[in-house]
């Protein structure tokens, strides 16, 4: 296990101490899940950014009084604080089989790992059903938006749901949370595209060890902006978190650095009809801002080309105008916000400020695995027929469509 000695040595001390062979076999067990989520974590972490001088490293810089630098995207998307990073999934999956996994050979594929995207896919974790079985998290929150297909969502603290085609969660670990985030393939005629972004935003130090808290933004409730050029093209903002002109979008986690209105932190997805032109209003001066094209074929932002699969910098106390020059839609996600300015100490699932608390999390999570896990499965998923909704903590039910006969929610 890619661990400290010390996590190694506290089994054998079990053994030692208890002779109790099925307390060694539950502490490695709950080692071999925070190997596999430090792998997790791993793969996904972001190159180091300068504190000082939030640069990275393959951005190139700019003469644009509004664009700063661009760079192409990695894996994940290299993001500013308060950011920690961003993971784009965009997989084309098939049919779905009986069991909610694939309609196709796995084959070939590194099951349990499954990165490679094979076929346009990945089973990622997953080893039936795509996705990402139990895993812990400390200290800072989950920012998933679901664009296209679905994901069937669990967690320790009791909340459970399925979400997507157009929702949000967004998730507080604060303390210390386990959750599941698994891909049903709920269609057994037609393919099921995923696409999806998730964003880590950072807590500040004060609030890294409050109470978890999970909430739901549906599609229905989502603002949208709606503008059009003078040539009636339209450019469509959906605000995440922040503002723009009249639309505010639905209040964050109560201890989210996003829940400050000094933080100005916004989330947005914006699409422009080809030709379209848009311009963002200019922001805060000591925010980072940051804009990422995805989809389309050719943007300008401030008068600068911006290819496709890269991120620009902004200036953010200045306008910025996007003009989509290609025959394509565009599409961007934005992401920005005032610096949190403390020190980042992450390892695998865990984000705190000093290399002691990382320590603390892990023997915390070894101890006590943040509450347990509730469910029989590591990787649970709902029934093929179950609509969009979420179960609080609390027993609290919402239902975004309506709930299909026989439904246990």
């Known amino acids: 296990l890619p661990l400290t000695s010390g996590y190694k040595a506290s089994c054998?001390?079990?053994?030692?101490h208890f002779n109790n062979l099925a307390r060694l076999l539950q502490c490695v067990l709950v080692l071999s899940i925070l190997h596999w989520a430090v792998i997790l974590a791993d793969i996904i972490s972001p190159p180091t950014c300068s504190a000082d001088t939030n640069t990275c490293e393959l951005m190139s810089s700019s003469s644009s009084p509004v664009v700063l630098q661009t760079a192409p995207f990695g894996f994940p998307w290299k993001t500013f604080d308060p950011f920690l990073f961003c993971v784009y999934h965009d997989d084309k999956y098939p049919e779905g089989n009986e069991d909610m996994g694939p309609a196709a050979s796995l084959k070939g594929r590194d099951i349990g790992q499954d990165f490679a995207r094979k076929d346009g896919w990945n089973m990622y974790h997953g080893e039936v059903v795509p996705g990402f079985p139990q895993h812990p998290h400390r200290g800072f929150e989950t920012v998933t938006i679901v664009r296209k297909g679905l994901v069937d969502h669990s967690d320790s603290v009791g909340a459970t749901a399925r979400f997507g085609n157009g929702d949000t969660q967004w998730l507080t670990a604060g303390k210390g949370i386990v959750h599941c985030e698994m891909f049903p393939l709920v269609h057994r005629d037609k393919k099921n595209p995923l696409e999806l972004f998730q964003?880590?935003?950072?807590?500040?130090?004060?609030?890294?060890?409050?109470?978890?808290?999970?909430?739901?933004?549906?599609?229905?409730?989502?603002?949208?902006?709606?503008?059009?050029?003078?040539?009636?093209?339209?450019?469509?903002?959906?605000?995440?978190?922040?503002?723009?002109?009249?639309?505010?979008?639905?209040?964050?986690?109560?201890?989210?650095?996003?829940?400050?209105?000094?933080?100005?932190?916004?989330?947005?997805?914006?699409?422009?009809?080809?030709?379209?032109?848009?311009?963002?209003?200019?922001?805060?001066?000591?925010?980072?801002?940051?804009?990422?094209?995805?989809?389309?074929?050719?943007?300008?932002?401030?008068?600068?080309?911006?290819?496709?699969?890269?991120?620009?910098?902004?200036?953010?106390?200045?306008?910025?105008?996007?003009?989509?020059?290609?025959?394509?839609?565009?599409?961007?996600?934005?992401?920005?916000?005032?610096?949190?300015?403390?020190?980042?100490?992450?390892?695998?699932?865990?984000?705190?400020?000093?290399?002691?608390?990382?320590?603390?999390?892990?023997?915390?999570?070894?101890?006590?695995?943040?509450?347990?896990?509730?469910?029989?499965?590591?990787?649970?998923?709902?029934?093929?027929?179950?609509?969009?909704?979420?179960?609080?903590?609390?027993?609290?039910?919402?239902?975004?469509?309506?709930?299909?006969?026989?439904?246990?929610?």
Request: hydrophobic share 35%; no cysteine; aromatic share 8%.
């Open 12 to 16: 054998w001390e079990v053994h030692l």
């Open 199 to 409: 964003i880590w935003l950072n807590l500040p130090s004060k609030n890294k060890m409050v109470d978890p808290y999970f909430s739901m933004l549906w599609k229905e409730t989502l603002p949208v902006l709606h503008h059009k050029d003078e040539a009636g093209r339209e450019t469509r903002v959906e605000v995440i978190a922040g503002d723009i002109a009249d639309k505010r979008a639905l209040p964050p986690p109560p201890d989210s650095w996003a829940s400050r209105p000094e933080a100005s932190v916004a989330i947005w997805t914006l699409r422009l009809d080809p030709g379209a032109h848009f311009t963002l209003p200019a922001g805060p001066k000591d925010v980072h801002r940051t804009l990422y094209f995805f989809a389309g074929s050719g943007v300008t932002v401030g008068g600068q080309s911006v290819p496709l699969n890269s991120l620009a910098r902004l200036q953010p106390d200045v306008d910025a105008r996007i003009v989509n020059g290609g025959d394509q839609v565009a599409e961007l996600l934005m992401l920005q916000g005032r610096p949190i300015g403390e020190p980042v100490a992450q390892r695998g699932p865990f984000v705190m400020n000093t290399q002691q608390e990382l320590q603390q999390a892990f023997m915390d999570y070894q101890r006590t695995r943040f509450g347990g896990w509730p469910f029989e499965s590591d990787a649970p998923t709902h029934k093929r027929e179950e609509t969009r909704f979420a179960r609080h903590p609390d027993g609290r039910i919402e239902r975004a469509e309506p709930a299909p006969p026989g439904s246990i929610y």
